[in-house]
């Protein structure tokens, strides 16, 4: 099971709206709608910002939201804040009921 | 309040066998529709799933280390058991368990904190 595809950096400055995509393949993020989104700050344990491509769980912002279009997911943050300056990660559950991560974006609020 | 708590050797040798164990509280894996899983991230790299069991005793492994692997779960103590053999420094990690479940199946939605392991001679 190949990881799946994110870009290594993006960045945006306070405010701005950015966009982390996810690219899979037809065995994982395009044949299941059971893509999540998670946030690592250095030093810390992932948390979960988005499942199943579009929710949130409780207590996550509304500024964090996920898309889908084919094998490529997406999160967006609208109205970015200092403290989202973190390392953002992608999974998909696949064909073979395993799970699969992405290589991970470095997101920098400049 | 649910938690997890990953405890393991902090130092291994090459070709040795790994044993982490998760112990968790606030959920079991008894009879609900619950699992969890075991995830690696080398020091400064990405993220890396290994296994998962669920409540049904249902295994699941990566197709890359599957037949390194071995996961089991103690319902009577609430912890989960990952074996990795013949491990080798590339191996060195920190090792998080993390828990699936009810509406949240196919995603992470509690992590314990982590414990990392370095494989050196």
């Known amino acids: 099971q190949s990881a799946l595809t994110q870009p290594a950096s993006v960045s945006g400055s306070p405010g701005q709206s950015i966009t982390i995509s996810c690219t899979g393949s037809?065995?994982?993020?395009?044949?299941?709608?059971?893509v999540s989104w998670y946030q690592q700050h250095p030093g810390k344990a992932p948390k979960l910002l988005i499942y199943?491509?579009?929710n949130r769980p409780s207590g996550v912002s509304d500024r964090f939201s996920g898309s889908k279009s084919g094998n490529t997911a997406s999160l967006t943050i609208s109205g970015l804040q200092t403290e989202d300056e973190a390392d953002y990660y992608c999974?998909?559950?696949?064909?073979?009921?395993?799970?699969?991560f992405g290589g991970g974006t470095k997101l920098t609020v400049v | 309040q649910v938690t997890l708590r990953e405890s393991g050797p902090a130092l291994v040798k090459p070709t040795q066998t790994l044993t982490l164990t998760c112990t968790f509280s606030g959920f079991s894996l008894r009879g609900s529709a619950m699992c969890v899983s075991w995830i690696r991230q080398p020091p400064g790299k990405a993220l890396e799933w290994l296994a998962l069991i669920d409540s049904d005793d249902d295994k699941y492994y990566s197709t890359s280390l599957g037949t390194r692997l071995t996961i089991s779960k103690d319902t009577s103590k609430n912890q989960v058991v990952l074996t990795m053999i013949n491990m080798d420094p590339v191996d060195t990690a920190t090792y998080y368990c993390?828990?699936?479940?009810?509406?949240?199946?196919?995603?992470?939605?509690?992590w314990g904190q982590g414990t990392r392991v370095t494989v050196s001679a």
């Open positions: 993390a828990r699936s479940g009810r509406d949240l199946f196919f995603a992470f939605d509690i």
């Open positions: 199943d491509v579009t």
């Open positions: 999974s998909s559950f696949t064909t073979s009921s395993t799970r699969v």
């Open positions: 037809s065995n994982d993020v395009g044949l299941y709608n059971y």
